[in-house]
Nanobody, 123 residues
Framework: QVQFVESGGGLVQPGGSLRLSCAASGLTLDYYAIGWFRQAPGNEREGVSCISSSDEITYFVDSMKGRFTISRDNAKNTAYLQMNSLKPEDTAVYYC????????????????WGQGTQVTVSS
């Protein structure tokens, strides 16, 4: 059974940083793309970033470039999302999921969703 567990969320002040982790079990991450998504209350789930099996990185929203960095450690079967210069509008539940590639930004293309980790940016 494929399972993802996200962690690392929390309450942070504007301008602060968090590092989210996405630990996978039941599959070998080496062969898959990993996407990070987020969903704020009342909003649809949106793509944040994706890293392919060959480490090609896609940012689904331009405003995240330079602030968010996606990475993966295949030896640990874990992906990460480093988030810097956080803003109140980054407040959301963050999820990871998997796909064959990063060609789609839509959540419907991804599978094996974790339970999410809450990120709250507030002073």
């Amino acid at each position: 059974q494929v399972q993802f567990v996200e962690s690392g969320g929390g309450l942070v002040q504007p301008g602060g940083s968090l590092r989210l982790s996405c630990a996978a079990s039941g599959l070998t991450l080496d062969y898959y793309a990993i996407g990070w998504f987020r969903q704020a209350p009342g909003n649809e789930r949106e793509g944040v970033s994706c890293i392919s099996s060959s480490d090609e990185i896609t940012y689904f929203v331009d405003s995240m470039k330079g602030r968010f960095t996606i990475s993966r450690d295949n030896a640990k079967n874990t992906a990460y999302l480093q988030m810097n210069s956080l803003k109140p509008e980054d407040t959301a539940v963050y999820y990871c999921a998997t796909d064959i590639s990063c060609s789609s930004r839509f959540p419907s293309a991804f599978a094996s969703w974790g339970q999410g980790t809450q990120v709250t940016v507030s002073s």
